[in-house]
């Protein structure tokens, strides 16, 4: 059964940082694309970032040169380390592979 686990949302003042972490479990971490989505209260889902299986990355122009994807592939847990947050980053994350996501973790950017 695949399983995705995020944590490490939570409230933060704008400049802040966060750093998310999904942990994973039922499919070849390894081999596996992953994926950082968010939505936002009353919009849709927004692709956030991807991290492929040799490391390569991608990033939205939205967050580019603020958020950084990275993962663990000893730990099968990807992790989005979030820098310079602003109101507009409020979001419920979600990490995926595969046409599967996990719950979800509120970040909220506010003062």
């Known amino acids: 059964e695949v399983q995705l686990v995020e944590s490490g949302g939570g409230l933060v003042q704008p400049g802040g940082s966060l750093r998310l972490s999904c942990a994973t479990s039922g499919f070849t971490f390894r081999l596996s694309r992953m994926t950082w989505a968010r939505q936002a209260p009353g919009k849709g889902l927004e692709w956030v970032s991807t991290?492929?299986?040799?490391?390569?990355?991608d990033y939205a122009d939205s967050v580019k040169g603020r958020f950084a994807i990275s993962r663990d592939m000893a730990m099968n847990t990807v992790f989005l380390q979030m820098n310079n947050l602003k109101p507009e980053d409020t979001a419920v994350y979600y990490c995926?592979?595969?046409?599967?996501r996990g719950q979800g973790t509120q970040v909220t950017v506010s003062s």
């Open positions: 995926g592979t595969n046409g599967f």
């Open positions: 991290i492929n299986s040799d490391y390569t990355t």
